[in-house]
Structure formats: C-alpha cells, structure tokens
C-alpha cells in the first residue's frame, strides 16, 4: 500500500456474495500484478503462497517502484526505490514466487499508457499465465475511512486491459511476436481489494506466510508488523468464516473463458 496510503489493509464486507467455485483447483502459472512493492502481500500473499507451496509458477510483477514511500524528506527517493526493490524480492522469496520484477515508474506517477500495457502484456505472453492477479479497479471507497490509492485502481485497470484485448491479439504489441512472444489468452483473472467478491479463498496454513512475507517490507512498518498482523488476522478470519475455514482471502473472480 506504501506508507500514506491510510488504509490499515482490513477489507470491508462484501457487497455481494456468491461462491462459484472455480471448476477445481487452479493450475498453471499465474501472473500477479500490483502497484507497490507491498500490495501482493496484502491484497493476495495467502493465495499466492498457497499456489506456490502447490507447486504453481507465481510471478509478480509491481507497476511502480514505491519511492515515495516514506514520510522522511530527506531521504533520496531513489534510495527509498532500491531498498524497496530488496523487500519485494525477499517478500516473493518468503512467499515461494518465481520471480518478482519491479518496474521503474515512480510510486504515485501510475498511469494506464501504452507503455505500461505493452510490459504486462510482454510478461502476459512470456509467462502465459492461467491466472492473473491484480486488484479490482472499481473499488474506490471501503467504507467512511479510506479511498482507494489512485496507483491501485489504476493498476487494476492496467491488468484487465493488458490481458484483454492486448495480450491475446496479434495485432496488439506486435513487435513481441519478433521477440519469440506468441499472443496468449488468460483464462481467469482475480481480483483482490474489491467490494464485489464472489469467491473467498481457503488461505488456512498461509497467514503466517502472508504476514511474514510483509514484514520484509519493513521500511514500510516504522511501527513494526504487530498492527497489520492483527489487522490481516481479522480479516483473514472474517473471510475464512463465510466459507467455514479458518482463514481465507476475498475475490472477484472472473472466469474468461
Ligand atoms: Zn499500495
């Protein structure tokens, strides 16, 4: 979420629930696309680890580098950038990802262009993922307390357009194709951080992997992970209970295909 996001990364109920059950477990790689360093972890590091530790290739890819994410003007955002860039990869390692990849575009600065659904796409058709995730670019207020960060919906936005129409169409990007890269079809897209969930995601034996992968993000967590552990529990908690697990993580899933 980056430090100023203001939210304390608790989800609010629903607004609708249904539970359409994917046709089984999910297979496959899957592509994670967030904005900074530290939404993954929040948003979907139960799910994503859990695929992992099933053995599913999981990438992560983070639109902006985060280097505004700090509250002291005299450190060099820059600096703020590289140390940020560190805690994403140790973040994906404690989670199981793949790889995880951080683009250059400055926290705060995102926007839907060309340019950055020509790097999605890129990483769409390279990794050919089953599943992407990314956050829902609709949700803008969670209650009377927070709404969300522009970087969010935006990158939520760049996801959905990056894997369609562009990823599956030749006719979009299409210098990839001299790079090797062959349009690809994403069959299923989840969407963290929505007020439109329709599935919940047995996360039971991941929340201890979900906290301790955003506690490598400690320059974000001046006051420690106490607070976003509770936080996380509850709402972990709180979704593990419409499905009758212990812990679980809120979706808005959308079966393309
Ligand atoms: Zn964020």
Same mark, same amino acid.
């Given at each position: 979420m980056s430090a100023g996001d203001g939210a304390s990364g608790a989800a609010p109920e629903p607004a609708v629930v249904e539970h359409p059950e994917p046709d089984g477990p999910e297979?496959?790689?899957?592509?994670?696309?967030?904005?900074?360093p530290d939404d993954a972890e929040i948003a979907a590091g139960g799910t994503l680890a859990k695929w992992a530790a099933a053995g599913r290739e999981v990438h992560l890819l983070v639109l902006t580098n985060g +280097?505004? *994410?700090?509250?002291d003007r005299? &450190?060099?955002?820059?600096?703020?950038?590289?140390?940020r860039g560190e805690e994403t990869v140790e973040g994906a390692r404690v989670m199981g990802l793949a790889s995880a990849t951080v683009l250059d575009v400055?926290?705060?600065?995102?926007?839907?262009?060309?340019?950055?659904?020509?790097?999605?796409?890129?990483?769409?058709r390279r990794i050919r993922p089953a599943t992407v995730v990314s956050c829902d670019?609709?949700?803008?207020?969670f209650e009377n307390r927070y709404y969300n960060h522009s970087d969010h919906r935006t990158a939520g936005a760049v996801a959905l357009d990056a894997l369609f129409p562009g990823a599956g169409n030749p006719h979009y990007?299409?210098?990839?194709? +001299?790079? *090797?890269?062959?349009?690809?079809? &994403?069959?299923?897209?989840?969407?963290?951080?929505?007020?439109?969930?329709?599935?919940?995601?047995d996360i039971t034996g991941f929340l201890d992997t979900k906290v301790a992968a955003l506690a490598a993000h400690a320059s974000q967590l001046a006051d420690g992970i106490a607070f976003f552990e509770e936080?996380?529990?509850?709402?972990?908690?709180?979704?593990?209970?419409?499905?009758?697990?212990?812990?679980?993580?809120?979706?808005?899933?959308l079966a393309l295909r």
């Open positions: 297979t496959g790689p899957a592509l994670a696309v967030f904005a900074h +280097d505004r *994410g700090s509250q005299r &450190v060099e955002r820059a600096e703020v950038a590289r140390v400055h926290d705060g600065d995102l926007d839907n262009t060309i340019e950055i659904r020509a790097e999605v796409v890129r990483a769409i670019p609709t949700a803008w207020f990007f299409s210098d990839h194709l +001299d790079e *090797g890269l062959e349009p690809h079809d &994403v069959p299923a897209v989840w969407l963290g951080w929505t007020l439109e969930a329709n599935h919940h995601e936080e996380l529990g509850k709402e972990a908690a709180s979704a593990g209970e419409r499905i009758g697990v212990r812990h679980a993580e809120t979706f808005r899933v």
